[in-house]
């Protein structure tokens, strides 16, 4: 049996580790990575940003997701309908960090809290 590191944010003994990569404190709610533990301060102190989608899977360029609720579109009154599939997203900076098309909508982009990973 390992042992499991305490919460980096409350020192929590009480952490445990999820089958995707993380560990998880149930006091505090605080996730991080398991390799931060392994790789001492080169994932935890780096300045790259992780991006997740709604159900907390991990979101990296290229995957596939689908529009988890309807979102209205602004300026010409369209609807992107629950269950929509995107394709080949890209990941960016900003408020919407997902880049991508959106067959019969063309160039947008999303948030990544309204996609799921297919």
């Not at 149930?26 to 990575?33: I, Q």
């Not at 398991?34 to 935890?44: F, I």
Request: with cysteine; proline share 3%; hydrophobic share 35%.
């Amino acid at each position: 049996m390992s042992i499991l590191p305490p919460c980096p944010k409350c020192q929590s003994s009480l952490t445990y580790e999820d089958g995707s990569g993380l560990y998880i404190c149930p006091e505090c709610g605080n996730e991080w990575l398991v390799q931060a533990e392994a790789v001492t301060g080169a994932v935890a102190g780096s300045d790259e940003r992780v991006y997740r989608d709604a159900a907390g899977n991990v979101l990296q360029d290229g995957d596939s997701v689908t529009v988890i609720k309807d979102l209205k579109l602004k300026g010409s009154g369209g609807v992107v309908k629950m269950g929509t599939k995107v394709k080949n997203i890209r990941l960016v900076d900003g408020d919407h960090d997902i880049d991508c098309k959106i067959d019969g909508f063309g160039a947008m982009s999303l948030k990544s809290e309204f996609v799921r990973k297919i």
